[in-house]
């Protein structure tokens, strides 16, 4: 069992930047690979990125590329969302996951509870 808690979220303006983290614990947490994905209101949950649990392999979806950066820390049972120029558009709660890999949500096995991340003027 792994167990996610997400942090970080909060109320930003556009082209600001904010950064997600998700304390991972549990038995051998470092050892999944783990994701985001987000939900906006009225909306699918929708992948984000991903990471292996080596942090070698990264996987984004084609709109936050070059905005976005996920990475992890093992010692410290971390996954983190670097969320840099911030539209709009990118509102929705966080979520972290595990346990599983691709861009469908059915794949993974844990998620954490969200964080909301809302970007207005």
């Known amino acids: 069992q792994v167990q996610l808690v997400e942090s970080g979220g909060g109320l930003v303006q556009p082209g600001d930047s904010l950064r997600l983290s998700c304390a991972a614990s549990?038995?051998?947490?470092?050892?999944?690979?783990m994701g985001w994905f987000r939900q906006a209101p009225g909306k699918e949950r929708e992948f984000v990125a991903s990471i292996t649990w080596s942090g070698g392999t990264t996987d984004y979806t084609d709109s936050v590329k070059g905005r976005f950066t996920i990475s992890r820390d093992n010692a410290k049972n971390t996954v983190y969302l670097q969320m840099n120029s911030l539209k709009p558009e990118d509102t929705a709660v966080y979520y972290c996951t595990a346990g599983g890999w691709g861009r469908n949500k059915h794949a993974y096995r844990y998620w954490g509870q969200g964080t909301q991340v809302t970007v207005s003027s």
């Open positions: 549990g038995r051998t947490a470092s050892d999944y690979h």
